[in-house]
RNA sequence: GCCCCAGUAGCUCAACUGGAUAGAGCAUCGGACUUCUAAUCCGAGGGCUGCAGGUUCAAGUCCUGCCUGGGGUACCA
């Protein structure tokens, strides 16, 4: 079942960003009441952060845009805009720049009171209000069950699960799901290679499938097998057998990633059957409303998909070499029909967000059409392809191939790397980027790995909490934020303001790679702060308490990006 | 052949979806620890954003065509 909406709690106050932009539509507004500007339709008002520090904290070039329309200089616009802006607390100084920028930047006694409201806001800082509590599922790794999780499935859980988090923190209702594909031939595949290797373990002649699974894998699984049931499975009949040995060999995989992702800390609400697509009889009804609605050609026994939408072929949906053999299944579009009706009508999501690998592209406007097919949104489908990972030693690559049973899988990373730097240096690139993955790099605890950089920076925090609490002083005394005037006092605060921001970018764009750019831009913001100053001071009393509610707000927020990432936020380095 | 992704500093990558002088880290060179963690900080050099056109006030970003690398090309998912 869905969980509920009304249970999402709305703690958070609008953007910043959004409050900008919306005081610059009021001044245009109110300019042209008092006709200081012609009249024209107030449009859209996009605000940026500046690149520069010089260019304040926020910049509109929307005058650069209304020079047609006004008739007038970019630069003229922008004067009488900010003469007619309305004031917020917020708002320090607004002056016009460059070719017709209104730049923004915030007063700084008020970011100074936001040290406050960080620490008020606690776990909740940085959540915002984007979803409105619509429903989402996040699907996810979804890997063959016929094997260990590898490393493109462990990106594949990275951004699947980071994503997930920053959704529910954008106040999206999240689910996250792993479909398990136990209905296609890979499995019988895996079931004939178990039932060669359960039937050699126990010393009879029996050949291997030409293509079967090589991997070492299966060995141990049907030696483990032949250990827990001795020779049961051979006086079944063969078929029989072949198949309670694969569900049997599923059932043990699906333990193993489900231990291995929790140690990546990876978890799922639902592990969804493909099998249950058809044993509910859902695939047939839904094959009949196809063809009725006229989505549905034969020929030569087959049946195919055919949409105006493709401009494809026709996509194969079943063939007659599946129809003869019950126990194959039809193929994997016919499955992605009834899965995503599944998803979008029977358990309601209001959208579906599916991670594939890129090589899974193709398929893209294949589920796209049949959405469409089934009378259904297809903006309510959103597929995420992300690139290869190519593993390294160094220099070296680390060759794979599944079938061959040849690769380096998530729990041997794990063991090597640890998830830490796994979850980071594989959300240090967008999605659209190809990652090489460096296990040498990745256990280094240098300068050049940045996950250290980042939890260098908490631990730092804890520790000058710990002194101050040997020094004496009370970690959770009140100070007056007001003396936070430092210009790296004010720069940090300025950064951790950019928090919901962020979330919101990573949510509305998918973008879980953003976060781990701006917890190196916060650590290095903090670290700039550390440098300049001291924080527990015996003789300024005053200045050491408003510093430690700043280090205090600095750690929640660090904490908070941490979290979302799933990397732990250590106290001691 | 066709489809998708990428091409930005020596290297690995960002760039808030069309805005100001294209930014970080690493590497290189030069500095900073009797001081809350030097896994840190400061400074310097480093660019025809693959090439050629086009769109407009404005292009790394959009369009067209090439070049290079990776992936896919449908009964494995």
């Given at each position: 079942m869905l969980p509920g909406r009304e249970g999402k709690e709305h703690t958070v106050t609008a953007l910043i960003s959004d409050q900008v932009a919306s005081l610059i539509e009021d001044g245009i507004r109110l300019a042209q009441e008092a006709q200081a500007l012609p009249p024209f339709p107030v449009p859209h008002v996009g605000v940026e952060r500046p690149r520069q520090t010089a260019h304040g904290d926020y910049a509109t070039p929307v005058c650069l845009q209304l020079t047609e329309e006004a008739r007038m200089a970019p630069r003229a616009i922008a004067t009488r805009v900010i003469e007619y802006l309305p004031t917020a607390s917020f708002l320090g100084k607004v002056d016009v720049a460059g070719p017709g920028y209104i730049n923004v930047t915030l007063d700084s006694s008020w970011v100074a009171r936001q040290t406050r409201a960080i620490l008020e806001t606690g776990d909740k800082w940085g959540h915002v209000d984007l979803g409105s509590g619509d429903c989402v599922q996040v699907e996810f790794v979804s890997a063959n069950p016929t094997g260990p999780i590898t490393v493109g499935s462990t990106r594949n859980a990275v951004i699947g699960d980071v994503l997930a988090s920053v959704l529910d923190a954008a106040d999206f209702v999240v689910e996250r799901e792993y479909y398990v594909?136990?209905?296609?031939s890979q499995v019988r595949k895996f079931g004939e290679s178990l039932y060669a290797r359960y039937a050699q373990a126990l010393g009879e002649e029996e050949p291997f499938p030409g293509d079967g699974y090589l991997g070492g894998y299966v060995v141990d699984m049907a030696a483990e097998f032949a250990r827990q049931v001795g020779h049961s499975y051979l006086k079944m009949d063969r078929q029989e057998a072949i198949q309670a040995l694969g569900e049997r060999g599923i059932e043990c995989v699906l333990g193993q990633a489900r231990a291995d992702l929790a140690a990546l800390r990876v978890s799922f609400d639902t592990w969804f059957r493909e099998r249950s697509l058809y044993d509910s009889g859902l695939f047939d009804r839904l094959l009949q409303k196809l063809r009725k609605d006229g989505y549905v050609t034969e020929r030569e026994g087959a049946v195919w998909f055919t949409s105006p939408?493709?401009?494809?072929d026709a996509v194969l949906i079943r063939s007659p070499q599946v129809i003869s053999n019950p126990e194959e299944r039809p193929t994997y579009l016919a499955s992605d029909v009834a899965y995503v009706w599944n998803k979008l009508m029977e358990r309601g999501f209001d959208r579906a967000i599916y991670v594939w690998?890129?090589?899974?592209?193709?398929d893209v406007p294949r589920v796209r059409a049949a959405t469409k097919a089934l009378g259904l949104d297809p903006d309510r489908v959103e597929i995420i392809l992300y690139q290869m990972v190519n593993l390294k030693r160094g220099t070296e690559d680390v060759r794979m191939s599944k079938r061959a049973g040849e690769f380096v899988t998530l729990r041997e990373m794990i063991d090597e790397v640890g998830p830490d730097p796994i979850r980071f240096l594989l959300l240090t690139r967008t999605v659209d980027a190809t990652i090489d993955f460096d296990l040498d790099l990745a256990v280094?605890?240098?300068?050049?790995?940045p996950v250290y950089y980042v939890q260098y920076a908490h631990a730092r925090i804890c520790s000058i909490l710990r002194y101050a609490a040997e020094q004496g002083w009370d970690p959770d005394h009140e100070g007056d934020v007001a003396l936070l005037t430092h210009e790296s006092e004010q720069a940090l605060i300025r950064k951790m303001l950019e928090l919901p921001e962020i979330v919101a970018y990573a949510a509305e764009q998918r973008a879980p790679h953003r976060l781990t750019f701006y917890a190196q831009e916060l650590a290095a913001q903090f670290h700039a702060f550390y440098r300049d100053c001291r924080v527990v001071a015996e003789e300024d009393a005053e200045r050491t308490r408003a510093r430690l509610m700043l280090v205090r707000a600095a750690r929640t927020t660090l904490a908070q990006v941490l979290g979302l990432l799933g990397v732990t936020a250590p106290e001691r380095m």
């Open positions: 594909n136990d209905a296609g939408d493709l401009e494809e690998g890129a090589d899974h592209h193709g280094e605890q240098s300068e050049k790995n």
